[in-house]
């Protein structure tokens, strides 16, 4: 049978309405899909959509991803199946259920529909028994991690008897139009997720009962300090549900009887009591911690009951808190204190757990490594700390040695693989390239130069939350005179491509009275973003894209973004303009529209950022600007992006009645509280340069007149300081 159809899925049927169900259905509305939510009736189906739609972090991008989700009566609709391409079971965890439930709907699918079931742990064999041959074939076991909308994951379960061809076409399908990165996971109890990440934060629970640790203690030396989540452990437990860790340990004790370290995931006093209790965690407002008000209490495991959050004093940490990873846990592993105590108890014996269980479970140590970094959100798998830390030193607190004489499991990029137990190399693909893989051409503390290995240049912020400065933009203009019509790409790494231009650096000139210094920098800016839409450039957009740095970008050619960017120039809220040349920008890209026009002016007056799949809507983002679903692929697709050159376009004059547009605009937005009296004034600085410039070199002057006029006033200033110290805007 051919695959090939299934890259076009575009129709999909949601197999069950509870928390995953519609998360998943949630999360393909979003990506433009067709979907079907199927639940016992159709008004529990529309209540497991109305919660989707009220969760936090939201699930669904807007309105319009929810009305492309239509709801179904597993007894009345199932008829609805014969136009579905792929069919997404995630019913209720339990086998005979999902088995009644494939029995009923086999009649009704298509011959090449996708079947898969989402399941985080029943063995996919089992659930396939009875099932024809053409059903076995194409029949898959999904693990979308929740909520699906934000971690990437999958593990993707096939089994002895599923068709080669179709495990590759589903793999191709879930990255390139789901967006999730896929890893490759063995039928085995709880496959690699839940099989070592549940007996991994159970054992941190009871080591800390044994040590009599507190709370804070324990998700203080258990969170980024060994390269994991701030959530470390007791708050992690409270998000996941003390219920559901039950459930799952539970599950795993009762079906891996050969694993001799099971005992672990016998259930920790402390979860017995509060599940007792009913503070089963966050979902229920308490469990190791409870919120009263502004303050968080944590439980105190000597009383039984909460009391005020105390942060934990372990002066060593600061001592070695700026060492690489692996230095810092082999200082800590010697020290005698508490840290040293329990990274012993804890960290030597779940890493080496990984060793113990890994030939069991995955079919490399890197397919491991990559569940627990993007299911877990850990820095680093548990293969990858070992080579970081030496497998020699943990040696040295532990008698069970499990695949010492193969480490360190990387040996030049090759991961161990876990079947044959030697070290082969693993293929990169260019579609997951990072800017990190380009060799640099030059560098500063603050942008690189990387040859992008297609005849151009990858120009990379590197400030803190990659801010614009003088140093990056000198070098980038340097750059863009020096090869005028040459092929550019703005990418880079963190948490943000960047948050707008450096604010510290703008109110210490401002506070010191050197407003050349800054108009000068203005000017510098606009003329980059200039050079840029001459040069065949594009623009790699991912966490924030903000300010200054989004300015740059909408003037490239092509601008590639993950959906989950937020776009937009706020410089109002904190007393400013775009004076990058976005204000003229905006005016130009909406010029043809009156309506567009007052639009955009408010939402330069307001400071609006909207996530990037709305930013066409806001004249952010071009229609032709493409969103990448897969947050590894916009690298890739951005240095591959078309580049058309941008046609000239003739300024327009301003519509007569737009001045009074932006004016009831601005009335209603002081009305609702969304922006003061200074708020008007900068407001009014927008509508000056919608209305009254005349031309796109006039539209810059006035953006750099308005932006050192503000500057220059103590509210605007008040405003820097207070973002820069509070961490929001002040709506003086």
């Known amino acids: 049978m051919s695959y090939d159809s299934w890259m076009n899925a575009h129709r999909v049927a949601v197999m069950g309405a509870g928390t995953m169900g519609s998360g998943i259905a949630a999360h393909l509305a979003n990506l433009g899909f067709d979907v079907t939510l199927f639940d016992l009736a159709r008004e529990t189906a529309q209540a497991g959509l109305d919660r989707a739609g009220q969760n936090r972090p939201p699930h669904f991008y807007g309105q319009d991803a929810v009305h492309r989700v239509r709801v179904a009566s597993l007894a009345d609709d199932l008829i609805a199946l014969r136009d579905a391409d792929w069919v997404c079971e995630a019913i209720i965890e339990k086998m005979d259920a999902k088995r009644a439930l494939y029995e009923a709907i086999e009649p009704v699918l298509r011959d090449d529909a996708m079947i898969s079931t989402n399941t985080s742990g029943l063995e996919i064999r089992l659930l396939g028994d009875g099932r024809s041959k053409l059903f076995r074939d194409r029949f898959i076991g999904t693990h979308f991690f929740n909520p699906p909308r934000y971690l990437k994951l999958i593990e993707l379960i ?3 008897e599923t068709d080669p061809g179709a495990i590759s076409a589903m793999t191709a399908f879930l990255e390139d139009r789901v ?20 007996w991994a934060l159970y054992q941190a629970i009871h080591t800390a009962e044994k040590l009599k640790f507190s709370v804070e203690t324990v998700d203080t030396l258990t ?12 708050r992690l437990a409270d998000l996941i549900g003390l219920d559901i860790m039950a459930d799952v340990a539970g599950n795993l004790v009762l079906r891996c009887g050969n694993d001799p370290l099971r005992s672990n995931l016998n259930m920790p006093a402390s979860i017995a009591n509060l599940i007792e209790l009913g503070w089963i965690g966050s979902k229920a407002g308490q469990g190791y911690y409870k919120k009263e008000g502004d303050q968080f209490l944590s439980l105190d495991f000597r009383t039984k009951a909460y009391r005020p959050r105390v942060d934990a004093d372990i002066p060593f940490l600061a001592s070695v808190a700026r060492l690489p990873i692996g230095e810092r846990i082999r200082q800590t592993l010697e020290q005698r204190g508490e840290a040293g105590e329990f990274l012993r108890e804890h960290l030597v014996p779940a890493l080496l757990y990984a060793a113990e269980i890994g030939p069991e479970i995955s079919y490399s140590v890197k397919d491991f490594d990559e569940v627990m970094k993007w299911g877990w959100g850990w820095a680093m798998g548990p293969f990858e700390l070992i080579d970081e830390i030496g497998y020699g030193t943990l040696k040295n607190y532990s008698t069970s040695t499990p695949l010492a004489e193969k480490s360190p499991f990387y040996k030049k990029g090759a991961p161990l693989d876990l ?25 500063n ?43 550019i790409t703005l990418a880079n790494e963190g948490p943000a491509y960047s948050v ?10 401002a506070e010191e009275g050197q407003f050349d210094e800054v108009q000068a920098a203005l000017r510098l800016l606009q003329k980059c973003g200039l050079a840029l839409r001459r040069a065949r450039s594009a623009a790699a957009l991912h966490g924030f894209a903000l300010g200054g740095g989004l300015e740059l970008a909408m003037h490239c050619r092509a601008v590639v973004a993950h959906p989950e960017t937020t776009v937009g120039l706020p410089e109002a809220l904190v007393g400013l303009i775009p004076a990058g040349g976005g204000t003229a920008l905006m005016r130009m890209r909406t010029q043809h ?7 955009a002016a408010i939402s330069l007056a307001s400071g609006r950022k909207v996530p990037a799949p709305e930013g066409h809507k806001y004249h952010f983002m071009r229609e032709r600007d493409e969103l990448a679903v897969n947050p590894d692929q916009v690298t890739s697709r951005a240095l591959t992006a078309g580049r058309p050159e941008e046609k000239s376009t003739a300024w327009l004059p301003a519509p007569a009645p737009l001045a009074g547009m932006i004016d009831s605009e601005i009335d209603k937005l002081r009305a609702g509280g969304v922006i003061g009296e200074y708020g008007e004034t900068i407001a009014g600085e927008i509508k000056r340069i919608f209305v009254k410039a005349r031309s796109e070199e006039s539209a810059l002057e006035m953006e750099v007149e308005s932006f050192l006029n503000l500057l220059g006033k103590p509210r605007t200033q008040l405003r820097i300081r207070h973002m820069l110290e509070k961490g929001n805007p002040l709506n003086n």
Not at 223 to 234: D, K, N, Q, S, V
Not at 593 to 599: A, E, G, R, T, Y
Request: net charge neutral.
């Open 223 to 234: 969170g980024p300090f060994i390269g994991r989540p701030r959530t470390a452990t007791f």
């Open 445 to 487: 503390t603050s942008w690189a130069k990387r040859d992008d290995l297609a005849g151009g240049t990858i120009f990379e912020f590197r400030s803190k939350m990659n801010a614009l400065n003088p140093e990056i933009v000198v070098a980038l203009l340097g750059h863009l005179e020096a090869n005028p019509e040459s092929r």
């Open 158 to 160: 096939p089994t002895e």
């Open 419 to 443: 079947q044959t137990l030697t070290h082969s190399e693993h293929r990169h693909e260019s579609r997951y390239a990072t800017v990190s893989d380009f060799p640099i051409i030059k560098e």
């Open 179 to 198: 967006g999730r990165r896929v890893v490759l996971a063995k039928d085995t109890p709880g496959f690699i997720a839940n099989r070592y990440g549940m």
């Open 593 to 599: 529209d009156i309506h567009f026009l007052s639009s």
């Open 500 to 509: 707008g231009f450096d604010l510290a650096y703008l109110l210490k000139l």
